[in-house]
């Protein structure tokens, strides 16, 4: 009964300290043994016993099935009407009506002015998961936006972690574990709850479904388990028994990457890298971690190199800046330098690629998220038994990637420590392998050059032979071409960097002068002035340093409104980050295929080791972004005759993502038959921090649910996918050969 009276609503919302706009009640029904309200109006206000409310306010029938609400306006401006959609009106303006309804109970509240004129409505499933939605605000002018289907338009909007702190409170008040609210969003970072409308959920969005489904089917088993009944099993139960576990990971939250690089023919860097020797060589790489005299070696060259007057101004430049970061002994340092160019005759390298890296670490954060994960893996998936007991750990040679594994072990594993990280004889070659994208450099640069051009159409026209694209039709959702979109984010950038303030310390002490450099850097390669272009390949790290900063930095940047920022890196990310690694199905599956065909062999050892064995075995692998998008391209573009099921498209790949096999064996089949292993596939988008506004240790809370994307993939199915995988990497090597 509490949902159906606005007014036990709002007093929930009050007596809970959840945020609600000033208002006041007036009851004209005995609610609660109120009397008779006193009610003065005047021309631009009104006075509710003893409570004066200004105009404009909300006048809202208690209740909640009533939607008749009105918006008074003042100096007779009249007022607006809201109601249900009707076809494509949910409200309209009355000029002339100005004075209140007299009759009925009705809440008065202040009338807010939205951010972006936008209704925000909140879902909620579990105390964890909550799915928001955008829309046209009615109060608007009253039409409906709707796409070509006639379903109105509603784009998914990021909570902050206030608001998901006010989703989980809503939950808990009023006992609706699925449940609607709307918020309304004022400038200032300020949300208020206006409606709570108890059962509610998303209509048409998959992800929203499969995250419903996985959470809704944990919350059975968790009362079944609390109520000592028995898990219920859909196939033949008692005859399948798990035999192994198999996953990939992506690594945490980690402080956004920086790297400075430029091609040289200066010979003494030559040389230094690689001396007289002659023939293909391979690069050189150098961490900031690394003990004897070769970094100040390249310390010392860097120094003259800054102040030599037979480089460019611009090599000078960057040679300062490398400088610069290698003086300071930033977090992550590495320095590669990489052949480029040989002479046709001698084979002695004439030009290569010098590129200091550095950030890129394992935030606190992004630790406890892996021990979070780590755990919930462990009861979950292996359900806290002798799977636990039997755990492999591989990881690649990146220092996030590594501490990610050994965080995840630590609360995952049962008597494992660092010590065992890349067990056996091809530990060394499976760490490589979780590291390599050297095979598909070529198709991958094609991609982004694909993408580059795509991003460059400056009318509408253009557009509309790429709109298929994933992530393309978001960007033209924003009403303006990709080339405008870009240039708009490139001012936002700008005002960014004007904000940025002095003196203060940042998160992990990063000042103020180092964020303003990081930004103005990256504003730099974004925009050439002289050809008037944009390098696509920056928009990753413009959507990496804005979340970073949204997360860590936001307090220390106010009072600028970070969001059309990071709403507009997000949405340009979604198609340029995914587009990199294929923009058609096949570019995609063979990007994917010549990633992670390497680990995909590892795996059918690992599946033909585990009907070889007796005792259930885990094997757990942790890699980057690359390796999960890889894999995740090659599974849902393999053509297997039982598909895999698409979670979302474009999918996001957060810190954290991974996609686990769980193996089964079949006892009640003959050893020889088809169907006698069989894996459940599952896929999880990682860390869904929606990073506008996280604090602290809210980060491990936003974990996205498990969903299943094959119930029944065979053992020779999966073969079939890694041949598949082989032949096309053999086919590209050919063709890379004959050009």
């Known amino acids: 009964m509490v949902l159906l009276d606005r007014r036990s609503v709002y007093h929930a919302l009050v007596r809970n300290n959840i945020p609600v706009v000033r208002h006041v009640v007036c009851s004209r029904d005995g609610h609660n043994g109120a009397g008779e309200p006193v009610v003065e109006e005047y021309p631009n206000y009104i006075i509710v016993n003893g409570v004066r409310m200004d105009k404009p306010f909300v006048e809202k029938p208690v209740n909640s099935e009533d939607h008749n609400i009105r918006i008074y306006y003042p100096d007779q401006a009249g007022s607006r009407h809201l109601f249900r959609k009707v076809e494509n009106k949910s409200s309209e303006y009355h000029p002339d009506v100005n004075t209140i309804r007299r009759e009925g109970s009705y809440i008065y509240e202040e009338f807010v002015e939205t951010d972006s004129a936008a209704d925000v409505k909140v879902y909620t499933v579990g105390i964890d998961y909550a799915h928001a939605e955008s829309r046209k605000s009615p109060v608007v002018d009253g039409e409906v936006q709707r796409d070509e289907n006639g379903k109105e338009i509603r784009f998914n909007t990021p909570l902050s972690e206030y608001e998901r702190q006010i989703a989980r409170k809503i939950v808990k008040v009023f006992r609706q574990r699925v449940c609607g609210f709307d918020v309304l969003r004022i400038a200032g970072g300020k949300s208020y709850v206006c409606d709570v409308n108890g059962w509610s959920f998303v209509k048409g969005n998959t992800e929203y479904y499969n995250a419903a489904s996985a959470i809704i089917c944990e919350i059975f088993v968790e009362e079944m388990r609390k109520r000592g009944l028995s898990r219920i099993t859909a196939d033949r139960p008692g005859k399948r028994e798990l035999r192994g576990v198999i996953a990939l990971f992506r690594h945490g939250d980690r402080t956004p ?80 330098i990489k052949p480029q160019k040989y002479h046709p005759e001698t084979k002695e390298i ?81 760490c490589k392998s979780l590291d390599d ?85 990256l504003a730099e390669g974004f925009y050439n002035e002289k050809t008037g272009k944009y390098d696509t390949t920056k928009v990753s790290d413009i959507f990496d340093y804005i979340s970073y900063d949204v997360s860590y930095n936001q307090e220390a940047l106010f009072p600028l409104d970070l969001y059309p920022l990071f709403e507009l890196a997000q949405a340009l990310n979604n198609f340029v980050g995914i587009g ?43 890699s980057s972004e690359s390796h999960i998008q890889a894999l995740y391209n090659v599974l849902y573009h393999s053509g297997q005759t039982t598909p895999f099921h698409v979670v979302a498209d474009p999918i996001q790949l957060h810190y954290l993502s991974h996609i686990v096999m769980k193996v089964y064996k079949y006892n009640d089949m003959d050893p020889g038959a088809i169907g006698r292993y069989q894996m459940e596939v599952l896929f999880s988008s990682g860390i869904d921090t929606n990073a506008f506004g996280i604090v602290k240790d809210h980060h491990v809370s936003s974990l996205t649910p498990m969903i299943r994307i094959h119930n029944n993939l065979y053992y020779h199915e999966f073969e079939s996918l890694v041949t598949d995988c082989i032949d096309k990497v053999k086919e590209q090597a050919e063709k890379n050969q004959s050009i």
């Open 350 to 430: 004439i030009q290569c690629q010098v590129i200091l890296k550095w950030g890129g670490w394992l935030t606190d954060a992004g630790r406890m998220q892996a021990r979070n994960l780590g755990g919930k893996f462990n009861h979950r998936v292996l359900r806290g038994g002798e799977m636990a007991h039997k755990i492999e750990v591989f990881s690649n040679n990146e220092r996030r990637v590594r501490n990610t594994a050994v965080e995840f072990a630590a609360t995952c594993a049962s008597n494992w420590d660092e010590s065992q990280m890349n067990p056996g004889p091809r530990g060394k070659e499976i």
């Open 257 to 336: 990457k920086q790297k400075i690089k430029l091609k040289t023919s200066h010979q003494p860097t030559i040389n230094l890298a690689f001396g007289k020797t002659t023939g293909i060589q391979s690069e050189i790489v150098i961490k900031g971690t690394d003990t004897g005299s070769t970094l100040q070696q390249w310390r010392d060259l860097f120094t003259l190199l800054a102040s030599s007057d037979e480089i460019s101004s611009d090599d000078r430049s960057k040679y300062q800046g490398m400088l610069d970061v290698m003086e300071r002994e930033a977090e992550g340092l590495k320095l590669q």
């Open 437 to 521: 994208t050297e095979k598909a450099k070529v198709l991958i640069e094609q991609s982004k050059k694909n993408v580059e051009n795509i991003m460059h159409l400056d009318t509408p026209e253009e557009c509309d032979e790429w709109r298929h694209l994933p992530g393309f039709d978001l960007i033209c959702q924003l009403k303006v071409t990709p080339k405008r979109a870009m240039r708009h984010c490139f001012n936002l950038i700008n005002e960014l960097i004007g904000h940025i303030p002095e003196g203060k310390s940042l998160h992990r002490n990063e000042s103020c002068t180092l964020v303003r450099s990081r930004w103005t850097k």
């Open 580 to 622: 990199e690694y294929g923009t058609t199905p096949d570019l995609k599956s063979m990007i994917g295929a010549q990633i992670i065909t390497p680990l995909l062999t590892q795996w059918r050892q690992d599946l033909n080791d585990l009907q070889q064995i007796q005792e259930p075995k885990t094997r757990l692998y942790f």
